[in-house]
């Protein structure tokens, strides 16, 4: 308005408005109806987007994918009675892509009880946690501000998983990948844990899928366990 010598009054008149109304859209941030925006912004010879950003239309959302069952927030609002009971269920197969997730086995102590049980009923298990002494697992704690912890942790998990080495149907590997999200499946059921810079897992936010066909998003992250799976590290015995 200044560069074009526009006054409250004199812009009113020719967008055909209250001159308060022009001094809300200046003092107060209001938006106009659109048509009067637009009318405003020729006048002015501005972009009318840049003026009231407000009045760019969001498309509409797509619809929500057939494969989502439930979204969190935080992976501090999963019960680990919904990991537990995932694993209960599961008849084919139980895979666990982390780097050292030891609250499942913190706050269910019977964890790798459980886990014999699926195996001994002929579940096949593949656990994958984070190698203490690699350089990316490493890189994960100073990103997350926990520093030499992320290590301590995945020591912590090898622990936990350890006594589970030489039953059969488990196999227990460790991965030295850059992880972008954890996976805990279930047949075809998938808890994708994101991750994201700056903070620890617990904080950064869950999703639960649900296979319903080919090439959707579970299949996507079955898909990413595999690549890492072939490329982690059998832990052996002792």
Known sequence: MNAGGWTYASLAEKAEVDPKSVERW??????????????????????????????????AARTLSPELVALYGRRADLPVSSVVDLFAQARARIDVLVYAAVFLHEAYP??????RRRAADGCAIRIAVGDPDDRSVQQRGREEKFGHGIESRCRLALMHYRP?????????????????????????????????????????????LRRTGD????????????????????????
């Not at 075809?188 to 897992?201: C, P, R, T």
């Not at 090439?215 to 832990?235: I, N, Q």
Request: no cysteine; glycine share 8%.
């Open 26 to 59: 200046v003092n107060l941030g209001r938006t106009p109806r659109r048509a009067t925006a637009f009318a405003a912004a020729e006048l002015l010879r501005e972009d009318v987007y840049a003026l009231w950003p407000a009045l760019r239309q969001v498309r």
């Open 110 to 115: 019977p964890l790798n009880d459980l886990l």
């Open 164 to 208: 589970l080495i030489g039953t059969a149907g488990i196999e227990v590997r460790t991965h030295r990948t850059t992880l972008y999200n954890s996976l805990y499946r279930a047949d075809d059921q998938v808890l994708v844990n994101a991750h994201v810079w700056g903070a620890n897992a617990y904080a950064a936010p869950v999703w639960h």
């Open 215 to 238: 090439g959707g998003m579970f299949d996507t992250y079955a898909e990413s366990f595999g690549a890492v799976w072939a490329t982690a590290t059998p832990v052996e015995e002792g």
